[in-house]
C-alpha cells in the first residue's frame, strides 16, 4: 500500500518536565500479591539482609499484577437541551430547544486480523433495545482465539460502523473483548442547531468511565448555564464527591458530596447552585464504587443574543505538565470589535489553569504554531494562585491553530476557552479545549456529523511521525495519511484529505512524544467551533501496579 508522506519545517524544541508518576491501583488482587511479597520480606528479614532505603526501589521493584482484557465501554452526553428551572433537589428540568436541534451519535469497531469484529453496539445508558448494532456477539468459544488471517490466508482488517445515529438520552458504545486484547473503538457526539439559545455547535468523543477526572473552563455568571451531566455505566452504585476551585480560591459545596447514581443512571446538577457567579470554574470528579463519566453542557446567552454553546469534557489527568492542543484563534479584525463590547470579555481567548494543591504554581506558558513558538506577554511566566483557577490572555495570538504548553513546579489541571463570531451584535458560538493525553498507536477519532473537522498535532520537545488511516461508512480502511510533525510547531491536516466518505480515522504516532486534538467549525451564517480530544489508545492496560501497604 502505498502512502502520503508531507514533511514539515523544523522549530526550536521546547524541553517539558518529567511528568509525575499516578497513584497506584488497590483491589483485591493486591491483597492476594501483597501476602506473597509480605512472606517473601520476612524471609529475607530473617536472613539478617538489610537494603538501603535509597534503594529500595531498585533492589524491589514495584510489582504488577496481569487484569484480564475486558469490555470496552464508552459513554457519550445527553442532548443539549435549554435549562428551563429546576426542580427540589437541584435536577434541572428541561424544554426543547428549536426546531434545527440535532443530536447524533457515530461510532466504530476495529476487527481483528481476520476481519472479525468484536460484537458492539450503541445503546441507551438507561438500557432497552440498542440503538445500532454494530457486529454481532462473537461466540464465547471463538472469542479466545481471534483470527490472523482471513480464509485465504490473508491479513482483512476492517471495521464496523455506526453512522449519524439520532440520540434521545445518553447513550454507551459496548464492545467485546477478543482474545484478551481490548477491543479499539471509540464513539463521537454531535449537536447542531442553527437556531434557538443554543445554536451553535457542540461535539465531544465518548467518555471511558474513570473515577477521578477533571472539568476545567466552567461559568456560572449571569447569562451563563453550566450543567454537569454524571453517568454511571457499569454494575456498581457509584459515590461521587465534587471538588471545586474557582478564581477566589476552593468553593466549600456541601451539596457536591455524597452523590449516588445507581447502575445505568445519570445525575444532572446544575453548577451554579454549587459555585454561582463564576467566571473561570474547575470541577473535580472522584467516584467510589461503579467509575462514571461526566461533561458540562455549557451555555451563554447575552440578553436575547445566543452567545454559544459547548461540552466541556475531561481533561488529561493533573501533572506538573500540560499540553492544550486545538487552540484556534481568528483574526483580530473579526475578534475585537465583538469582544469591545460590554459583556463580551469572556469571549477572548484564553487559558484555565487549576492548582489544586496548597503552594502557588509558577507556569511558564509556550505557545506554538505552523511555524514555531509564538511569543507571550511577559514571557509567558505566569504566577497560579493555589487552591484556584487562573485564566492566561491569548489575545495576542495572530490568527491560527496553536498549542499551549504549560510546565509548573506543582500539579496543575488546563484548559483554554475559544469563541467564533463573525458579527458584533450577532450570534457566536464557544469552545473549551481540554488538555490532551501523548498520543501512542491505536487511536479512534470519529468525525463529527454535520460539520467540518481538522485534526491538530503538536511535537513540543522533538519530531514525530504521525500515521492517519480513513475508515468509510462501510467499515473499509483507506490509504495510511503518513507525515513528519517538527519540534516546537503545530500541523493541521483538513479531514478531507483523507478522503471522500470518510467517517473516522485509526492514529498512530512514533518518536518524541506528540499530542492531538479535533476541531469542528460549521460554515454558514451560523458560527459554530468545538474542539474534541483525541481519545487514549484503546488496546487498554494489560497490567495493574500492586500497592502495598500497612
Known amino acids: 500500500m502505498s502512502a502520503t508522506k508531507k514533511v514539515l519545517q523544523k522549530a526550536v524544541p521546547a524541553k517539558l518536565p518529567a511528568k509525575r508518576s499516578g497513584t497506584w491501583v488497590r483491589g483485591a488482587v493486591g491483597v492476594a500479591t501483597g501476602v506473597v511479597l509480605l512472606s517473601a520480606t520476612a524471609a529475607l528479614a530473617g536472613a539478617s539482609i538489610v537494603q538501603d532505603l535509597d534503594g529500595a526501589a531498585e533492589q524491589f521493584p514495584v510489582p504488577t499484577a496481569a487484569v484480564p482484557a475486558g469490555e470496552y465501554s464508552a459513554v457519550c452526553p445527553e442532548p443539549l437541551r435549554l435549562l428551563e428551572g429546576t426542580v427540589e433537589g437541584g435536577d434541572p428540568e428541561f424544554s426543547p430547544v428549536s426546531e434545527t436541534a440535532r443530536n447524533r451519535v457515530s461510532a466504530m469497531t476495529l476487527s481483528d486480523l481476520g476481519g472479525t469484529v468484536p460484537g ?122 465534587l471538588e471545586l476551585y474557582g478564581s477566589e480560591g476552593v468553593i466549600d459545596a456541601p451539596g457536591g458530596r455524597g452523590i449516588l447514581i445507581a447502575p445505568n443512571e445519570s445525575e444532572s446538577i446544575v453548577v451554579a447552585g454549587l459555585a454561582a457567579n463564576q467566571e473561570n470554574l474547575a470541577v473535580r470528579v472522584q467516584s467510589n464504587g461503579g467509575r462514571v463519566s461526566g461533561f458540562i453542557q455549557q451555555s451563554v446567552l447575552r440578553g436575547l443574543t445566543p452567545g454559544g454553546v459547548g461540552l466541556i469534557q475531561a481533561s488529561a489527568s493533573s501533572a506538573s505538565s500540560q499540553v ?39 507556569l511558564d506558558v509556550r505557545v506554538f504554531g505552523p511555524n514555531g513558538e509564538v511569543e507571550l506577554p511577559d514571557g509567558g511566566v505566569v504566577t497560579a494562585a493555589a487552591g484556584s483557577v487562573t485564566a492566561i490572555p491569548l489575545d495576542s495570538l495572530p490568527e491560527g ?69 480513513p475508515v468509510t461508512a462501510e467499515g473499509a480502511l483507506g490509504e495510511e495519511l503518513v507525515f513528519d510533525v517538527a519540534g516546537g510547531t503545530t500541523v493541521t491536516v483538513p479531514a478531507a484529505d483523507l478522503g471522500k466518505g470518510t467517517v473516522a480515522a485509526l492514529i498512530g504516532v512514533s518518536g518524541d512524544p506528540a499530542y492531538g486534538a479535533q476541531i469542528a467549525t460549521l460554515d454558514g451564517d451560523t458560527p459554530g467551533i468545538s474542539v474534541a480530544p483525541i481519545p487514549a489508545g484503546s488496546a487498554g492496560q494489560q497490567s495493574v501496579a500492586v500497592n502495598i501497604g500497612f
Request: glycine share 10%; net charge negative.
Open 120 to 241: 458492539s453496539a450503541v445503546a441507551p445508558l438507561g438500557g432497552g433495545d440498542p440503538l445500532a448494532v454494530i457486529a454481532e456477539q462473537v461466540p464465547e468459544a471463538e472469542q479466545e482465539n481471534p483470527q490472523v488471517s482471513n480464509a485465504d490466508g490473508l491479513t482483512n482488517r476492517v471495521a464496523g460502523v455506526a453512522s449519524g445515529q439520532a440520540v434521545e438520552s445518553a447513550s454507551v458504545l459496548r464492545a467485546q473483548a477478543l482474545g484478551e486484547q481490548r477491543a479499539t473503538a471509540g464513539a463521537g457526539f454531535t449537536y447542531t442547531a442553527t437556531d434557538g439559545d443554543l445554536a451553535g455547535l457542540a461535539v465531544a468523543a465518548c467518555q471511558v468511565p474513570s473515577n477521578d477526572f477533571w472539568l476545567v473552563g466552567a461559568v456560572t455568571t449571569v447569562g451563563a448555564t453550566a450543567v454537569l451531566n454524571l453517568h454511571n455505566p457499569s454494575e456498581s452504585p457509584a459515590t461521587v464527591d
Open 324 to 362: 492544550v492542543p486545538g487552540i484556534q484563534i481568528q483574526a483580530s479584525d473579526v475578534t475585537d470589535p465583538i469582544v469591545s463590547q460590554d459583556g463580551y470579555a469572556g469571549a477572548a481567548p484564553s487559558l484555565q489553569v487549576a492548582v489544586p494543591g496548597g503552594t502557588d504554581a509558577v
Open 401 to 469: 491553530n496553536y498549542t499551549a504548553v504549560l510546565s509548573s513546579d506543582v500539579l496543575i489541571s488546563a484548559s483554554a476557552r475559544v469563541s467564533r463570531g463573525a458579527e458584533p451584535e450577532e450570534p457566536l458560538d464557544l469552545a473549551q479545549v481540554p488538555s490532551a493525553v501523548r498520543l501512542g498507536s491505536q487511536h479512534v477519532s470519529v468525525l463529527p456529523t454535520g460539520a467540518d473537522a481538522d485534526f491538530v498535532f503538536t511535537a513540543p520537545t522533538g519530531r514525530a511521525e504521525v500515521r492517519l488511516t
